[in-house]
């Protein structure tokens, strides 16, 4: 027979339980990182989810910190509402000492504010729009200069396109496309305005709308113009249409556009009509990188089968950069963050890494402007010299 237990025994025993349950949980920090990972552009942006995580899961192997770090994602899915958005829920969380995102120079920039106001240090690994970063050297900005942007922007790569086709393959006029967006219309006009300065004529200057799927009637006027080459400033999905639908109406004008399209992607929207394009991507190509060769190893390891977008590297040297800040000068002696001494180390920072050199300006961006063009060819982006 049970013996019935005293209540005061009982109410001890679930008083113990209930510190004990409650008692001093695991002290972590959390990187946040940024990026659409559902919508059209998800591919790019789980990837580079996937470069966030390795450089994470190698720091909490390494043994340098003592707390366990955690990568936290979140979805702007491209939209810079939702952008801000979750910026407003990055900055509340107080064990957060580092950003790393957005892909789009549209979220970029809107978000780059609410990060600036709290004193938050945001790395990009991808948003190419040069006024992500010169926002902060105007009068109005009032906050630190927290911005730092370890890719090649728009103005180097739109000139270097610009020039490639002029001196190299003798292009003398070209019709134009672009997306209406910050990144998209942003590279175009650099590609224009360098194009003209050194005598190419531009026949058109077209915007499209995000999600249109429908370009023939446009691209149609354009064929009458004759152009030498289709220049195209925006994401792969509308590229890849674009490219494609060009090569059904019988345009004959070489396809060039920018780093957004230089995606698998790009390859299966276009199909054969891919081949033969050529597309600028910002840096040099990781495997001509020997500092690159033991991530691009890693990588295939953790992720056997996947495709490596574009920027996935850059997230990963981005993560790897911001983890250093907060290693370095971030954690204070009580456990504390100070996310003003990270800025600061961010501006006098001198890293080697799976880019090569990363040191930044006083805008804060990359030293580093190194642009390569690309040749598609039998369903691969071939290097062009």
């Not at 955690?70 to 000492?97: G, H, T, Y």
């Not at 006083?362 to 062009?384: M, S």
Request: proline share 5%.
């Amino acid at each position: 027979m049970l013996k019935k237990i005293p209540g005061t025994f009982f109410s001890f025993f679930l008083i113990f339980a209930l510190i004990w349950g409650c008692g001093p949980k695991e002290k972590v920090f959390r990187i946040a990182l940024a990026v659409p990972l559902t919508g059209d552009i998800a591919a790019m942006g789980q990837g580079m989810k996937r470069g966030a995580e390795m450089a994470v899961k190698e720091a909490n192997a390494s043994g340098r910190f003592k707390h366990r770090i955690e990568l936290v994602s979140f979805d702007d899915r491209a939209d810079p509402k939702e952008a801000v958005n979750v910026a407003n829920q990055i900055v509340s969380d107080p064990k957060i000492p580092v950003v790393i995102g957005h892909l789009n120079s549209g979220c970029s920039i809107p978000a780059s504010k609410v990060y600036a106001k709290k004193g938050l240090p945001m790395i990009t690994p991808a948003a190419t729009n040069p006024k992500l970063t010169l926002q902060q050297m105007e009068p109005s900005w009032k906050w630190a200069r927290n911005i730092f942007r370890v890719n090649t922007t728009d103005d180097v790569q739109g000139q270097f396109a610009a020039n490639f086709l002029l001196a190299k393959l003798k292009v003398r006029t070209v019709s134009m496309i672009h997306d209406k967006t910050p990144y998209g219309q942003g590279l175009a006009e650099e590609f224009q305005k360098e194009f003209q300065a050194k005598g190419g004529k531009v026949l058109s200057f077209d915007g499209i709308s995000i999600g249109d799927r429908d370009f023939k009637a446009l691209l149609t006027r354009i064929k009458t113009m004759k152009p030498d080459a289709l220049y195209f400033g925006g994401i792969y999905n509308e590229g890849g249409l674009a490219a494609k639908q060009a090569r059904e109406l019988g345009l004959k004008a070489l396809f060039v556009s920018g780093d957004a399209l230089k995606s698998p992607e790009y390859l299966k929207v276009a199909g054969a009509a891919s081949q033969g394009s050529y597309i600028t991507n910002v840096g040099l190509p990781p495997e001509k990188i020997p500092s690159a060769k033991a991530f691009l190893d890693k990588y295939g390891q953790e992720y056997p089968g996947m495709d490596m977008q574009p920027y996935d590297h850059y997230t990963y040297e981005a993560a790897a950069i911001g983890l250093l800040a907060l290693e370095k000068a971030g954690i204070q002696a009580d456990g504390s963050i100070d996310r003003a001494k990270m800025i600061q180390f961010l501006r006098d920072l001198k890293y080697d890494g799976v880019l090569g050199r990363t040191e930044f300006d006083e805008k804060g961006d990359t030293k580093n402007q190194a642009v390569t063009i690309y040749l598609v060819k039998d369903g691969n982006f071939v290097p062009v010299d």
